[in-house]
């Protein structure tokens, strides 16, 4: 769930080595900073009262519930297959639930994968890889801390079951790429993503995807049928689509691997309409060589040879195919 990204610091061990890493990794600038939000430390007052609801639910939640990190909020529970406890739960006092930034439908979110219909192979690789240390972040972002410290504490029957879950989802359309010069204005909120400003005057894209909630108040509560806008510089889908077909230094098409449609093959992951903030970190991890597990070895040249602007035109694109 998006509303609750933010796990305790006091989970974290890092070792000096790890914190000499982090700290030569800040600030997250520039031409990829935009893809690395660093959350605001102060978060608005709990409204101990307040009952929220979504349409179509008959689940009714309070602020103290909505926050809860050992219950992930599942609004519709009749809408997808009982979900096993390490997704809904996660195991007191190590792991959060997978549900809490996944969400429990496995659609993601603002620079959040959504793991729904990847292969139950890929995400046990990459919860080794987080455990392990071969995938980290270019810039120290809480997202991958918080992965890193739940990998480590997972045990291998928690993990096969959420990704034995999550591999049997199918994922739906959650994005929409909408091509322009000026975006909204934004500012980073408490739970790690970045929301546009009410009332603000739009601002110049730049070099950069702005990836916002289509309704603010409904991503907060993990509305699963309320999805997201990504702005993206004007042409960046078309150029995008350019380099995918053509492939990168030298290397065969994207759909050689990632197969027909951007759909996923049983050697790589489906990226049709995942998050391009999502995506562009990952290009940028590989490319930096924060990213180095077995899973991402073939990447790695590729990643290499794309400058951001490239890697921008690559996320736009393939977010705006149909998953």
């Not at 709990?46 to 929220?52: G, S």
Request: glycine share 8%.
């Amino acid at each position: 769930m998006q509303r609750k990204v933010t796990l305790s610091s006091g989970l974290f061990v890092l070792t000096g080595a790890a914190m000499a890493a982090l700290a030569a990794s800040l600030p997250a600038s520039g031409p990829m900073g935009w893809a690395y939000p660093a959350a605001r430390s102060e978060r608005a007052a709990a409204h101990p009262d307040r009952t929220y609801t979504i349409r179509g639910s008959r689940v009714h939640l309070t602020d103290a519930q909505i926050d809860d990190p050992w219950a992930a909020v599942d609004w519709l529970p009749n809408e997808h297959p009982p979900a096993p406890s390490v997704v809904l739960h996660g195991r007191k006092p190590e792991m959060y639930a997978c549900g809490l930034c996944h969400m429990v439908d496995g659609q993601g979110g603002r620079g959040v994968p959504g793991l729904a219909g990847l292969s139950r192979n890929y995400i046990v690789a990459q919860v080794a890889a987080f455990a392990s240390g071969q995938r980290s972040s270019s810039y120290l972002l809480r997202d991958a801390l918080n992965m890193a410290t739940v990998a480590r504490a997972a045990r291998a029957g928690e993990v096969a079951a959420a990704a034995e879950y999550y591999s049997r989802l199918s994922y739906r359309p959650w994005i929409r790429v909408v091509e322009t010069k000026m975006v909204p204005a934004t500012a980073p909120s408490y739970w790690g993503w970045s929301d546009a400003i009410e009332g603000s005057r739009a601002e110049p894209i730049g070099l950069r995807i702005v990836e916002v909630a289509e309704d603010n108040r409904l991503a907060t509560l993990a509305d699963p049928r309320s999805g997201f806008a990504a702005y993206a510089p004007a042409g960046a889908v078309v150029r995008g689509r350019a380099i995918t077909v053509a492939g990168v230094g030298g290397q065969p098409p994207c759909a050689v691997c990632h197969g027909a449609g951007m759909k996923g093959t049983n050697i790589a992951p489906s990226l049709a309409g995942r998050s391009p903030t999502y995506l562009a970190r990952q290009l940028w991890d590989m490319h930096t060589g924060a990213r180095r597990s077995p899973s991402a070895a073939p990447m790695q040249p590729i990643a290499k040879a794309l400058d951001a602007a490239r890697i921008i035109d690559i996320a736009a694109y393939l977010a705006s195919l149909h998953p």
